[in-house]
């Protein structure tokens, strides 16, 4: 499974919607993802990716797209 594809699992998993956001839709704007459950997604995420996100990198503005997150990883890595 592709980077991508499993971070929209993740998504899926945490907004418990089965939809596939575009690239650059913003998670939280539409409603899929808010606040609450950024904790969530960056603990899936952690597990998923193999990796420690630091809790200084906690803002919805790192997370808020496919293609956010995406960047964001790749950076981490």
């Known amino acids: ?3 991508r594809a ?3 699992e993740i998504i899926q998993s945490v ?3 089965e939809v596939s956001p575009a690239a650059e839709e913003s998670l939280f704007d539409s409603g899929l ?3 609450f459950a ?3 997604m960056v603990s899936a995420l952690e597990k ?3 990796m420690e996100i630091p809790d200084s ?3 919805p503005r790192k997370f808020d797209s496919v293609e956010r997150i995406e960047s964001y990883l790749e ?3």
């Open 6 to 8: 499993k971070i929209i």
């Open 38 to 40: 950024l904790p969530d």
């Open 33 to 35: 993802l808010d606040s």
């Open 15 to 17: 907004s418990k919607k």
């Open 75 to 77: 950076s981490r890595q």
């Open 48 to 50: 998923a990716f193999g």
């Open 1 to 3: 499974m592709d980077r």
């Open 57 to 59: 990198d906690l803002n």
